[in-house]
């Protein structure tokens, strides 16, 4: 076996990932927000929404095949005792390795994913943000801890209300206006939440604090 067929197949079995970028930050959406957290971006997306702020992950082939022990001593070198693995769509790639040397070391490990892919590895909480021109499985849906849906229209409330109807009972729900329709849609949302009391808002906080 070459070197590089090699490395496919620690790639195939998620021993290799290809990271984007990775740091140590406040959590600023969601059921979380405010948490210290050590980010862990993966490349590649089988979503892509039009409206994406991070359209650079999309492509796997642009970044580098990092081990999964490497990325587990940037978590573990910080005073991070929680971890965020996100994208791009992270399901895409076999997180069990990550995963599993992540909890070795006592580390509560979160994603955030559109539930598209099949879940791989093991989390404390899975955020659920499905799209509407692709919808996620609806395995995920039954696995999400947090639903967060984000409002760029009137449209998305009729959409969030569907995918509402997926998920457990004890799920989190919240609704998060798109960074670029925030000032359209902010005030609607919290008309919407008024009235349906089930919800919650979730904003992009770390955006009006102005760190990663």
């Not at 076999?94 to 490990?109: A, D, F, K």
């Not at 229209?153 to 509402?164: I, Y």
């Amino acid at each position: 076996m070459t070197e590089l067929d090699a490395r496919r197949r620690a790639a195939a079995e998620g021993r290799l990932l290809p990271l984007v970028e990775d740091f140590y930050t406040i959590q600023g959406e969601g059921f979380h927000t405010g948490r210290a957290a050590y980010f862990v971006r993966l490349a590649g997306c089988d979503v892509r929404c039009p409206w994406c702020d991070a359209a650079y992950t999309w492509s796997a082939e642009r970044y580098p095949l990092v081990e999964v022990g490497t990325i587990a001593d940037r978590v573990t070198a910080t005073p991070a005792r929680c971890v965020v693995i996100t994208g791009g769509e992270p399901l895409l790639h076999p997180l069990g390795p990550l995963t599993e040397i992540l909890r070795s070391r006592g580390v509560e490990i979160l994603l955030e994913t559109s539930g598209t892919q099949p879940l791989s590895g093991s989390f404390d909480w899975i955020c659920l943000s499905p799209k509407r021109h692709c919808a996620p499985r609806p395995e995920l849906s039954l696995q999400a801890d947090e639903l967060k849906t984000v409002v760029s229209c009137d449209e998305d409330f009729a959409w969030a209300e569907e995918q509402a109807a997926l998920v457990r009972p004890d799920c989190r729900l919240s609704l998060q206006p798109e960074w670029g329709a925030a000032e359209r849609m902010t005030t609607r949302i919290v008309e919407y939440v008024k009235a349906h009391p089930r919800w919650r808002i979730s904003l992009q906080t770390h955006k009006y604090l102005n760190i990663p």
